[in-house]
């Protein structure tokens, strides 16, 4: 680094100060001329102190560049050449020139100081140094001033002598007083260093070089090793600034021509100029060569080398004198080129002037470069040599040798310039090309010499030749800055040398080094590092980014498509929970929670309450009512009736018609007609089917009427059967089952307290009618143990063994409870098979139907189980061969006080007397009394209702027999009361024990009273308006007032019903005895 | 390379683990310093270059002040202009792995971004 910069600023140093060399020098010499108008400068400068700093700076650097020149005129005058005292003389003017100025220009100095002290800061140890060979060198200044002082006043008179023109001008300067040359020369000591100072100003950056230029001055070269390259730089440098120069000059050219007119006159005024400095040297001779004395070591070391090398270097001497001459050109061209300059009208200002003035002088220089020249060389080569003894070394000598040898040589050539300046310019550009071609002799010799050295050495080589060229060109010019570039060279290519020894070592330790690790060290290739991955943005965003948060306003525009309509529900649905059932099995069918929930269920169960009682009420009621208005109108209709049948009946008390014209009803034969032995006024009637077409379709169905008969206007009930119905009957207890056994051998149920929403209705003129369907059958349902043949009776089995003989007539349900529906039902089919049933209600109905209960109705609660199955058929004794033929079962009956016994009705005339259990009790038949056996159908059994134990059989055959239970032959049997004709139905009466009613085919009615008349009847009545078909006994022995009657069933379907008059309806006192007694009799 | 110097030399090849170049004090010094010098600041394309020379800088001198011993330092700091453009910028090291490494951090505001990456090299 440092040593980068160091070279840096020894270049930019180079290029500047060159012209500050260039300046300096010529403004050395032209000083000597224009000391009058520099006079008027300075009078001016003190007239004006606003005047340009920048001139004031120049006079005094070329002042000091003057100053420093003059040193080392001197001393190289004094060791060498004693021919240039003359100079001295000069310089001693100037000096004190110098001091005078110095002291005028005080208050310059004073700012120059102060600009100083702001750099001492920096270059704190360069001031150190320079300011020790500052003065180290003032000290000799002085001396020598001393000396030449004294010399002067010796001299002088010889000098007036000889200077001409020049030195008349130098008198009148002389005039002013030797005190103001002593002041200037003190000043110029002074701006000696001061110069330095200003470079520093000038260019801060170049401390480093500054420094080291004072150096080597004081001959403290550390840094040699650069020099080389400096030397190398600077002539690369120069040559590039010539060129610039050039061409920024390019235009001024014609202005030459012009100048060349001034130029000759400066040549004139510089031959005169080196005349009167030779001659000065001359005379300064013996000073010089005393002082050279003083320093023995030095100068004889130098002589010696100088002699040692002159012989070897003669030759190249020629050459090299060439050589310099040629280099004399272009520092002429640069001279005019910055003489053209003045003449440029924009520029003319104090530095173009001082440049004028320069360039007038540059031609001066250009013949006084040789005593420059010998000066710069001589000088520093003494200090160094001073300083550093053990420095000097083959390349020192051969600088110093080569510099005397020009000095020489230019001498020579500054004596032919003397003679005629303008010739010599002109033999100069002869000389060019020649002179070019001689360099290149010489490059190729001095590479050639390099390469024996070595290849560090030849380019230092080289670059020797040419920075010594280089030198010589920057001396011509400057004066000062080229003594010292050549020092660098001499030192740089040593040191150099030496460096680049170091710089091989380090570089091949380097390499071993790199080698050894890079078998440690694996190096590859990282993965790309993303740094940064900025994606584009987009336009919008780009938009919103730029004016969506600035003082705009994003505004919305609708374009139809999102044109849509919406509608939003604001008010709240009301929505409550509501129940509801169908059908209602209360009065209460729907409800809702949210209606004071607790209230309403309160209300409910009161509400229920009610209605169920106020049901209940109705239902009796109602009834009751009914009732009443029935008979109201029953009792207006039979007193007619009455009347009208008292002829005809002469039992009769009164006849009541069951209103059978309805339409369902109409041209049906009303096949049998069945009281509830419970509820004895409710009577069951069965329609066969008609065969005639009626309005109402049910033609092929069996229907059957439930009637209550004080209300004969209209059935309770109507219950409808596909099929023919044979038989049926009443449940025990309560009448609210019908049982029925069909020709097609089923046993079906209906229950009558369904509701009638479960069963069709059927509209029928103005009156709704429900049809029942049966709630039960065993339509192949139960095939396994059905009946396979028509059912010919069905008959409840009594619960229990006594019911009491008088069970408790009630027309309201008293019996309800008791009545339970858990009983035995039997079915006796043609076959004699007799099926026990076990009836059972189900809890609950299900209205979707059963799954397993597959004749049971959907919504039906009552069933039947099969229970079990009794064959009848026995035959009859061994001793009858002729009855082979197994009995055909009419008729079922059961013996109400032991519901064991059955009795069974055969077509053999006999009666069957069986058990459920098996049992084989005494007597097994009931025969008649006539011997052998006919073959005349039993058509009716009944048993005594009063409890005694006689049954009444009917035959077909007309006769009636009186049977004992305990007795095979009949009591009492009657065969020609009928006439002959089949009895169709025996009954006996419910209200007198000893009473019963024959029915014959005829529609003969027979009363019989055992106890009045046991051989016949006691009356016979004739119906004769039509045939009757079926015939009932009603009454209730339990009421007081006992009504009883005969219901009779007519062909055309007509129902009468016949009440008994008072005669016939109450018993006698003791009847029952009479009729006991009289049993007990005929047995 | 002289007689007694052919003794096989001990290289230092792999960094003391405390001076070894860590990423994330790297990154935050990169992120102070960004933050430093750069929030509240706004795109100018005059001063970016100087701008971006002297962040390079002060991120060197903070990297330094932390200590990694024997490590070169590389500084890369650019510094661009936001106006929407999609930027992709990655970098490529040939190195030892092993030892080396690097930070980058990012700065963004409204006018630029800037991406520092520093790079650790150390020295055998």
């Not at chain 1, 280099?327 to 080129?337: A, D, I, T, V």
């Not at chain 1, 009208?644 to 049906?668: A, I, M, W, Y």
């Not at chain 1, 009636?960 to 025996?986: I, Y």
């Not at chain 2, 490529?92 to 951090?105: I, K, P």
Request: glycine share 6%; with cysteine; charged share 40%.
């Amino acid at each position: 680094m440092h040593m980068e910069k160091e070279l840096k600023m020894e270049d930019t140093w180079k290029t500047r100060d060159l012209e500050k060399h260039l300046r300096g020098g010529v403004y050395d010499e032209d000083n000597i001329r224009k000391k009058d108008r520099r006079r008027r400068d300075e009078d001016g400068r003190k007239g004006r102190s606003g005047e340009s700093v920048e001139r004031r700076h120049r006079d005094r650097d070329s002042e000091a560049y003057r100053e420093r020149d003059k040193y080392r005129e001197r001393d190289s005058t004094r060791e060498r050449t004693k021919h240039r005292d003359s100079d001295k003389d000069r310089d001693h003017d100037r000096r004190r020139e110098g001091t005078r100025e110095r002291t005028m220009d005080s208050g310059e100095r004073d700012r120059e100081r102060r600009r100083e002290r702001e750099r001492a800061g920096d270059s704190s140890r360069d001031w150190d140094i320079d300011r020790g060979s500052r003065d180290r060198r003032h000290e000799r200044a002085e001396k020598e001033n001393r000396e030449r002082e004294r010399e002067r006043e010796k001299r002088r008179a010889e000098r007036d002598q000889e200077r001409g023109t020049d030195r008349d001008r130098r008198r009148e300067e002389g005039r002013e007083g030797e005190r103001e040359r002593d002041r200037e020369r003190a000043r110029e000591r002074e701006k000696d260093r001061d110069r330095e100072k200003e470079r520093d100003y000038e260019r801060r950056r170049d401390k480093d070089r500054h420094r080291e230029r004072e150096q080597g001055h004081s001959s403290k070269h550390l840094k040699e090793t650069d020099r080389y390259n400096d030397g190398l730089r600077e002539e690369y440098l120069e040559s590039k600034r010539e060129k610039e120069r050039r061409e920024r000059h390019s235009d001024r050219e014609y202005y030459r021509q012009k100048e060349d007119k001034e130029y000759r006159e400066h040549r004139r005024r510089e031959k005169e100029e080196r005349e009167r400095r030779h001659r000065e040297r001359e005379e300064h001779h013996p000073g010089e060569s005393r002082r050279h004395d003083g320093k023995p070591q030095d100068s004889e070391r130098e002589h010696r080398h100088r002699e040692h090398k002159e012989s070897e270097h003669h030759l190249s001497g020629e050459v090299e004198s060439r050589e310099r001459r040629s280099h004399s050109k272009p520092r002429e061209r640069r001279h005019r080129e910055e003489g053209d300059l003045e003449n440029g009208p924009a520029e003319v200002t104090s530095a173009n002037i001082l440049r004028l003035g320069r360039d007038r002088e540059g031609r001066e220089t250009k013949e006084k470069k040789v005593e420059n020249e010998e000066d710069e060389t001589e000088k520093p080569a003494a200090e160094d040599h001073r300083d550093e003894e053990g420095a000097d070394d083959y390349e020192e000598d051969f600088e110093d040798y080569e510099e005397d040898f020009e000095e020489l040589d230019e001498s020579d050539g500054a004596g032919d310039d003397k003679e005629d300046g303008a010739e010599e310019e002109k033999k100069e550009e002869e000389l060019s090309p020649q002179k070019r071609r001689e360099i290149e002799e010489i490059r190729r010799a001095m590479d050639a010499e390099n390469e024996r050295v070595g290849s560090g050495e030849r380019w230092r080589g080289v670059e020797e030749v040419e920075v010594s060229k280089r030198d010589h060109v920057h001396r011509a010019h400057s004066g000062v800055s080229p003594s010292k570039s050549i020092q660098h060279g001499k030192f740089i290519d040593f040191v150099a040398a030496k460096q680049r020894e170091v710089s091989k070592k380090a570089s091949s330790k380097q390499k071993k080094r790199s080698a050894e690790l890079l078998r440690l060290i694996d190096l590859d290739f990282s993965v790309s590092f993303s740094l940064l991955d900025l994606p584009p943005v987009n336009e919008y965003d780009m938009y919103i980014k730029n004016f969506g948060t600035t003082n705009t306003k994003q505004a919305y525009v609708q374009c139809n498509e999102d044109n849509t309509d919406r509608e939003t529900q604001t008010e709240e649905i009301e929505e409550s929970d509501k129940w509801t059932q169908h059908p209602g099995d209360s009065n209460v069918v729907c409800g809702g929670p949210k209606l004071t929930n607790e209230a309403s269920v309160e209300s409910m169960t009161k509400m229920s309450f009610d209605s169920q009682r106020l049901a209940a009420f109705l239902h009796s009621a109602s009834q009751v009512v009914a009732v009443l208005l029935e008979e109201d109108r029953a009792e207006k209709h039979s007193l007619r009736q009455l009347k009208s049948q008292v002829d005809s009946l002469s039992f009769s008390d009164g006849c009541l018609e069951l209103n059978t014209k309805l339409p369902f009803l109409h041209g049906r034969e009303v096949s049998l007609i069945s009281f509830s032995q419970v509820q004895r006024q409710t009577m069951l009637s069965v329609h066969s089917p008609t065969t005639k077409p009626s309005a109402v379709r049910l033609d092929s169905q069996t229907i059957l009427c439930i009637w209550n008969i004080w209300e004969p206007s209209c059935p309770q009930k109507v219950l409808v059967y596909e099929s023919e119905v044979l038989c049926c009957c009443f449940s025990p207890g309560k009448a609210t089952l019908v049982f029925a056994g069909t020709a097609v051998g089923s046993v079906v149920v209906w229950d009558l307290r369904e509701h009638s929403s479960l069963h069709y209705t059927l509209k029928i003129g103005d009156h709704d009618w429900t049809l029942r369907y049966p709630t039960f059958s065993t339509d192949a349902v139960l095939a396994a143990s059905s009946h396979f043949s028509s059912v010919r009776s069905v008959e409840p089995v009594p619960a229990n063994v006594t019911e009491g003989l008088r069970p408790e007539f009630s027309l309201l349900p008293a019996h309800e409870g008791v009545s339970g529906l858990s009983f035995q039902l039997a079915s006796l089919d043609e076959s004699g098979v007799l099926n026990l049933w076990v009836v059972v209600e189900l809890p609950k109905a299900n209205q979707a139907g059963s799954q397993t209960d597959l004749g049971l109705k959907p919504g039906g609660k009552v069933k039947l189980l099969h229970s079990s199955s009794i064959t009848t058929n026995e035959r009859l004794s061994k001793r009858e061969a002729v009855k082979t033929v197994p009995l055909r079962a009419l008729l079922l009956k059961f013996l109400p006080s032991d519901s064991n016994h059955f009795f069974i009705g055969t077509d053999m005339g006999v009666v069957t007397h069986g058990t459920r259990h098996g049992l084989n009790i005494p007597p097994k038949f009931y025969r008649p009394q006539l011997a052998g056996l006919r073959p005349v159908h039993v058509t009716s059994v009944d048993i005594s209702p009063f409890g005694e134990p006689v049954f009444l059989v009917g035959c077909a055959d007309g006769s009636v027999r009186m049977h004992s239970l305990r007795k095979e032959q009949p009591l009492m049997e009657w065969t020609g009361s009928t006439n002959g004709e089949p009895v169709v139905s025996v009954q006996w009466a419910l209200t007198r024990p000893a009473m019963f009613c024959v029915l014959d085919a005829t529609s003969n009615i027979h009363i019989w009273d055992l106890l009045e008349k046991d051989y016949e009847p006691m009356t016979t009545e004739k119906i004769r308006s039509d045939r009757v078909t079926a015939m009932a006994v009603f009454g209730d022995p339990a009421k007081q007032n006992m009504f009883s009657g005969i219901s009779l069933a007519v062909q055309s379907g007509k129902i009468e019903m016949q009440y008994f008059n008072k005669k016939w309806a109450v018993p006698t006192p003791a009847e029952l005895e009479n009729l006991q007694n009289m049993l007990h009799e005929a047995f | 390379m002289e007689g007694p110097d052919t003794v096989e030399n001990t290289y230092t090849i792999r960094p003391n683990y405390q001076h070894k170049f860590k990423a994330g004090v790297v990154k935050e010094c990169i992120r102070e310093v960004l933050r430093e010098e750069l929030s509240g600041k706004q795109y100018n394309p005059e001063e970016v270059t100087t701008m971006s020379r002297s962040l390079a800088d002060s991120i060197k001198e903070r990297i330094k002040e932390v200590g990694f011993d024997r490590y070169k330092l590389v500084v890369q700091v650019v510094i661009g202009e936001q106006r929407g453009e999609g930027v992709k910028m990655a970098a490529r090291c040939f190195w030892d792995a092993d030892t080396d490494s690097y930070a980058q951090d990012i700065f963004m505001n409204d006018s630029l971004f800037c991406v520092a990456a520093a790079f650790g090299c150390f020295y055998y």
